[in-house]
């Protein structure tokens, strides 16, 4: 197989359908991986630039590929959370990771959509389906990582604004968004309590500014930045459901389906990956057979694809679930902790038959490599994961 072909992943060698794709479904996904594809000749000069092109975001809007569970009367889809799942998935399947929509459309928009007031919602929506619009959220800190609870970014209230102090690390879509859902401190002897989410609109906000664009391991053409905030004034009708102290239990609730997302990328990483990887070697030769032919190949892709049918099984049992409004925080953490680790897992073995090439980032199982190992550090680290089962019990 040359560097450049890509494949499509196989799904239990064709007999098992997940269940919460219909004809709908199953054409946006279409759509979005023929989007993804036709971004991959691009994919080498996002990489050295941290970012996609700008136009990259309206293309995808005029396409409907952002905010597709949106509802129309805010500029969305009007579709169900399935359509998001599948643009998503057709992301990780082509491997084109670059574009930061799992965010913008699968974090942001619902933070809006579900604790947003309705002028919040007609203001921002409307702009982030079309493309018009970047949005980012920020929550991890310099000091503390994804520590929630400590958190020392702080919003001041002064008449008809809020004064907001503190830096953030790690934001993907962080040197590119228009609009930043940031965690603050509204009132610090509050504990918990006093944790709200602001929305910040970076165009004309002085005392904003943008740090570095930080350099990876992986994920190369995703823009993740730190961010600074000095005596900026944000409206105090920016104040996400204009009530202050929401903040924590409105993260809570929604770090599930974030979680969910994650999951499902693993997912259908693996799924490539292994297809990738039969391809490889059964096109390779090596000692007058093709590296198919060795009975530790087949046995190591056995174990792969068994894996990743159990895997593809959970995460689609996770989705019709939440689809369902009953998957609970300790599943989704469950999903989130186990796939990653998986993926980790299936990717590592099929790069060892790839033999060097495995390792040269012209072949795309390498990138895979790369951009795997953080899947299990965001969204919350696998042992928070663990935690938050090990409580439930």
Not at 115 to 127: C, I, K
Not at 161 to 167: E, K
Not at 299 to 312: D, G, I, K, P, S
Request: glycine share 10%; with cysteine.
């Amino acid at each position: 197989m040359s560097a450049g072909t890509e494949t499509r992943p196989l799904r239990g060698a064709g007999r098992y359908v997940s269940s919460w794709r219909d004809d709908e479904v199953r054409a946006v996904g279409s759509l979005a991986e023929k989007f993804f594809t036709d971004l991959l000749p691009h994919r080498e000069r996002w990489e050295a630039q941290h970012q996609v092109d700008p136009e990259i975001w309206m293309n995808a809007g005029a396409l409907g590929l952002l905010c597709c569970s949106i509802p129309e009367q805010y500029g969305g889809g009007g579709g169900t959370f399935a359509h998001d799942l599948a643009v998503m998935e057709a992301q990780s399947l082509v491997g084109e990771l670059s574009f930061g929509n799992p965010v913008h459309s699968g974090v942001v928009a619902h933070y809006l959509l579900t604790y947003g007031t309705e002028e919040q919602r007609h203001r921002w929506l409307p702009g982030m389906a079309s493309g018009e619009t970047v949005a980012a959220v920020a929550m991890s800190e310099p000091s503390g990582g994804s520590d929630l609870k400590n958190l020392k970014t702080k919003a001041v209230r002064e008449d008809d604004s809020y004064v907001v102090n503190g830096a953030k690390t790690f934001i993907s879509n962080g040197a590119t968004a228009d609009l930043i859902l940031l965690a603050v401190k509204t009132d610090s002897s509050a504990g918990t309590r006093g944790i709200s989410l602001l929305v910040v609109e970076t165009a004309d906000c002085p005392g904003f500014t943008r740090g570095r664009v930080l350099d990876k391991v992986g994920l190369l053409g995703q823009d993740t930045a730190e961010l600074f905030f000095e005596d900026v004034r944000v409206p105090t009708g920016h104040l996400l459901g204009e009530v202050e102290g929401q903040g924590f239990a409105q993260m809570m609730s929604s770090l599930p389906q974030e979680r969910l997302y994650i999951g499902l990328q693993a997912v259908a990483a693996m799924e490539a990956a292994l297809t990738e990887t039969i391809a490889y070697v059964k096109s390779r030769q090596a000692f007058d057979q093709t590296i198919f032919d060795f009975q530790n190949t087949k046995f190591v892709l056995a174990e792969c694809a068994t894996v990743t049918h159990a895997a593809r099984v959970f995460i689609d049992s996770c989705i019709q679930r939440h689809l369902d409004g009953e998957l609970d925080s300790a599943t989704a953490a469950m999903a989130k902790w186990w796939l990653t680790e998986q993926q980790g897992v299936v990717i590592d073995k099929c790069v060892q038959l790839f033999g060097g090439y495995g390792y040269m980032r012209e072949y795309k199982i390498a990138r895979m490599y790369a951009d795997a190992r953080v899947q299990r550090i965001y969204g919350g680290s696998n042992e928070t994961m663990k935690d938050i089962v090990a409580r439930s019990l």
